[in-house]
């Protein structure tokens, strides 16, 4: 009697038959150890492609949001997740992992297993870090990129009732005396966007950051600060109801939210313009299969009426572009931010 198992037994004939049995050129008696091997064989994980064909069904995708609760690159994570999931038939649970200006949650990422099941809120402060912690122990311009989501234009904001109306006029005070201007925070892209503004315009002003964007508007709002240079979803509400007056945006374009406020070219800075973004990427060596399954249904969930709403009602732009796309905005921008930490001299807290 053989002393093969039946699960044996089967891999065997498994395994003949994928080769179209005694038809394929085989030998009529091939020794028994030889087609265990080759059962053994067929039972190997399945390449990385056919892996990725399998995503997501596993297991819910955790979303890790390197920034606290509130602010626009968590509301917006936290709109891509919603509809994610009903896209993509798999829960996508957003997880908060704020502190060292974005670097512990990226740093967890950067450490996970590339299976599509861990995602990061990624932002323009991906190519600003790069140049100001040099000495990381990852590299942030290394993920695996998805898909860029939203543009996050700037904006320069004054109250309503300030003098300085405009951008020249804000200009011509500022070489009299220099203003305190607020941000969202040392090394944030409004910080660089400033650094660069002031170097264009020839002028100076007071950098005042904070611990986030809603204290620097607070204390705007207080008559603290002359100005406030924030993401423009920050501040929408408050251009709209006539609290704040926009002086420019930072995009080659006017927005469709604050149509009545100028861009910097119209302000008189024609190449100076600069664009956040809030979009999706993975940890490195992610399948770029999964990455292009994940760009579009991103894309798809950019297109429902209630998302591009959302979105367009706190001055957001959507972008539908592939995955490299992305990957060449991050690493044009850690070029271009690195040449202006550098000349500013701008060190991290």
């Not at 890790?64 to 997740?81: E, K, T, Y």
């Not at 695996?144 to 011509?172: K, M, N, T, Y």
Request: with cysteine; glycine share 10%.
């Amino acid at each position: 009697m053989s002393s093969t198992s039946p699960s044996s037994r089967r891999r065997i004939r498994a395994a003949r038959s994928a080769c179209g049995g005694s038809g394929c050129g085989w030998p009529e008696m091939i020794p028994r150890r030889s087609l265990l091997a080759l059962a053994g064989a067929a039972a190997l994980p399945l390449p990385a492609m056919a892996q990725g064909e399998a995503w997501p069904r596993e297991r819910s995708l955790r979303y890790i949001v390197p920034v606290a609760p509130g602010g626009s690159q968590d509301i917006v994570a936290r709109l891509f997740a919603r509809h994610l999931t009903d896209v993509l038939g798999q829960n996508v649970l957003v997880e908060n992992m704020p502190g060292a200006g974005s670097n512990i949650g990226y740093e967890f990422v950067a450490r996970q297993k590339p299976d599509g099941y861990t995602l990061l809120a990624g932002s323009d402060s991906l190519s600003i870090n790069k140049a100001l912690f040099p000495r990381l122990g990852f590299d942030v311009t290394g993920f695996a990129p998805v898909a860029q989501g939203v543009r996050v234009p700037q904006i320069l904001v004054v109250r309503a009732d300030s003098p300085l109306r405009d951008f020249p006029r804000f200009v011509e005070a500022a070489r009299r005396e220099p203003p305190a201007v607020g941000t969202p925070g040392n090394g944030s892209l409004a910080h660089l966007l400033g650094e660069q503004i002031q170097a264009a315009a020839e002028i100076r002003w007071t950098h005042v950051p904070y611990k986030g964007g809603a204290l620097a508007v607070n204390d705007l709002l207080g008559g603290s600060l002359q100005a406030v240079l924030i993401n423009i979803g920050a501040v929408t509400d408050h251009v709209k109801v006539g609290r704040l007056r926009g002086l420019f945006v930072s995009s080659g374009q006017r927005t469709a939210a604050l149509p009545e406020v100028p861009t910097l070219a119209e302000a008189g800075l024609p190449g100076a313009e600069a664009v956040g973004w809030h979009g999706v990427v993975a940890p490195p060596g992610t399948d770029p299969a999964i990455c292009a399954r994940l760009n579009a249904a991103l894309a798809q969930v950019l297109r429902r009426p209630e998302v591009a709403e959302r979105i367009a009602a706190l001055g957001l732009e959507p972008v539908e572009a592939p995955p490299e796309a992305l990957g060449r905005v991050v690493l044009a921008d850690a070029a271009r931010w690195s040449e202006v930490v550098r000349r500013a001299r701008i060190q991290p807290d």
